[in-house]
């Protein structure tokens, strides 16, 4: 089974700073990785696939980079309705979950 | 993508069968997953199908106890579930390589 882990379990930051978010998998994914956003009593929502390339309708202020076991979600400067959770997942072989990074003020 | 369906509340011990439709890509060209969340805790894989139907792998946990199946005819998937358990309470998404959907809510309650 091929490990996500996710740093840091929680990030405090203020709106209009940059948030980063680290996943590192325990064996090369490829590019293979998505990345989503999860707000309070909601369905998780796509922001990336492909470790870079940004769902529809996802602003741009969202980037993915990396490729082989480390990835890295970007977010350039924070809005209000960013403070959520954020989980990345790779389906390079069945379909692995990082726990997850909360994002909070 | 996906639209869920057949969760509910359910007794300790009883079945459910949730329902899958999928829409906006080849179906048959991928295999096909559940995936699971159980309250206030991360995403979990809980099975997954191969394309024809032919190949079906399943968490340690709800081994001998789940089966999925897929008709691709209907580009549909499903899961039934049997002899549940307190612990798999929880929202049920299908996927493909990414999941699209709302999710349905399995409590397994007495």
């Known amino acids: 089974e091929i490990v996500m882990t996710q740093s840091p379990a929680t990030l405090s930051v203020s709106p209009g700073e940059r948030a980063t978010l680290s996943c590192r998998a325990s064996q090369s994914v490829s590019t293979h990785v998505a990345w989503y956003q999860q707000r309070r009593g909601q369905a998780p929502r796509l922001l990336i696939y492909?470790?870079?390339t940004r769902a529809t309708g996802i602003p741009a202020r969202f980037s993915g980079s990396g490729s082989g076991t480390e990835f890295t979600l970007t977010i350039s400067s924070l809005q209000s309705e960013d403070f959520a959770i954020y989980y990345c997942q790779q389906y390079l072989n069945r379909l692995t979950f990082g726990g997850g990074s909360r994002v909070e003020i | 993508q996906f639209v869920e369906s057949g969760g509910g509340l359910v007794q300790p011990g009883g079945s459910l069968r949730l329902s899958c439709a999928a829409s906006?890509?080849?179906?048959?060209?991928?295999?096909m997953s559940w995936v699971r969340q159980a309250p206030g805790k991360g995403l979990e894989w809980v099975a997954n199908v191969k394309e024809d139907g032919s190949e079906k792998f399943y968490v340690d946990s709800v081994k001998g106890r789940f089966t999925i199946s897929r008709d691709n005819a209907k580009n549909s998937l499903y899961l039934q579930m049997n002899s549940l358990r307190v612990e798999d309470t929880a929202v049920y998404y299908c996927?493909?390589?990414?999941?699209g959907g709302q999710g349905t809510l399995v409590t397994v309650s007495s």
């Open positions: 906006g890509f080849t179906f048959t060209g991928y295999w």
């Open positions: 492909g470790a870079s």
């Open positions: 996927a493909s390589t990414i999941l």
